[in-house]
Every structure is written in structure tokens, then in C-alpha cells.
Nanobody, 127 residues
């Protein structure tokens, strides 16, 4: 069974930083593009960033571009999301997920193109 375990969330003040991690297991991690998505109470899940399985391409939602950075370490089966210059509106549960098919680029950040969600890690930005 595919497993994705997120960590690194927490409470931070506006302007602060966090680094999220997602450890994958029970599938060939290096063959899958990976994404981070988030969901706030009362809102639909939205894509935040994706990194291709080849590691050569990254994609970001407009609302995080320039502030967040996605990366991966295939040797550790781990994908990361560095969150800088956090805003109150970044408060959400953050999930990692894999692309629905192997050897496929990111394509888009539409949640329906990703599967096998982890349990999420909560990021709260507040004064």
C-alpha cells in the first residue's frame, strides 16, 4: 500500500518560514512526479507546487511563486516544501501526493491529477 507521511508543519508568525517533508514508501518514488496541495476549512483543496519525476521541472501556483520552493531527494524517497515569507492566508492543512501515473510530468496542479494523499501536516500562520 502506498504511503506518504508528511511532517514539519506548525505555528509561525507572518513572514516566518517552515520546511515540510513527505516521506514516501511502498512504490517506486523516483518514477513519480510529486506535488504539495493544501486545504483550508471551507475551501476546496488546491495545488501548491509540483516537481517532476525527472527532477528537472517545478511548477508553482501563482499565489506561492517566489515564496515556496519544492525539492526532492530520491535517495531518501522524500519531497520537501520550503515555505518562506508566510502569510496568514497560507494557513491550511498541507498534503503531499503523487501523480496518478508514473513517468509523467506535472502537467497541472489540479488535485484530480494526483492520488495517494498523506494524512497532512497543519500550517498555521498567525500573530
Amino acid at each position: 500500500e502506498v504511503q506518504l507521511v508528511e511532517s514539519g508543519g506548525g505555528l509561525v508568525q507572518p513572514g516566518g518560514s517552515l520546511r515540510l517533508s513527505c516521506v514516501a514508501s511502498e512504490f517506486d518514488f523516483a518514477r513519480y512526479s510529486m506535488a504539495w496541495l493544501r486545504q483550508s476549512p471551507g475551501k476546496e483543496r488546491e495545488g501548491v507546487a509540483c516537481i517532476s519525476w525527472t527532477t528537472t521541472s517545478t511548477y508553482y501556483a501563482d499565489f506561492v511563486r517566489g515564496r515556496f520552493t519544492i525539492s526532492r531527494d530520491n535517495a531518501k524517497n522524500t519531497v520537501y516544501l520550503q515555505l518562506n515569507s508566510l502569510k496568514i492566508e497560507d494557513t491550511a492543512m498541507y498534503y503531499c501526493a503523487r501523480r496518478t501515473s508514473p513517468n509523467t510530468g506535472c502537467g497541472s496542479l489540479r488535485p484530480r491529477e494526483y492520488e495517494s494523499w498523506g494524512q497532512g501536516t497543519q500550517v498555521t500562520v498567525s500573530n
